[in-house]
């Protein structure tokens, strides 16, 4: 009977602490995203075409060959060496 006290307290103390690492683990999950965020999105840019047209946004990512703008609520996507002007990713 003695072991199976024993048995039921050792569950519980494991059950409590693999819910405070779970629990600990997604907090920090969700912090280091966040600031993540935060860091990569930079300050509003002017983008200037050839043919004078220019286009404000915030910097959100850039690869090889495309610059993404954040405007507002939408994101282009500005080829950097190409024939299109930009593209909007819904």
């Known amino acids: 009977m003695v072991g199976i006290k024993k048995a039921g307290s050792i569950l519980t103390g494991t059950l409590y602490f693999s819910f405070f690492l779970f629990s ?3 907090f920090l999950l969700i912090f280091m995203e966040n600031s ?3 860091k990569q999105r930079g300050s509003p840019i002017n983008l200037k075409y050839s043919d004078n047209e220019n286009v404000n946004g915030i910097v959100i990512g ?6 993404f703008l954040l405007q507002g609520e939408k994101v282009k996507a500005i080829p950097i060496n190409s ?8």
């Open 62 to 67: 850039k690869t090889k060959n495309v610059i």
């Open 83 to 90: 024939i299109v002007k930009e593209f909007e990713i819904k």
């Open 24 to 26: 600990t683990f997604t």
């Open 36 to 38: 993540q965020i935060n």
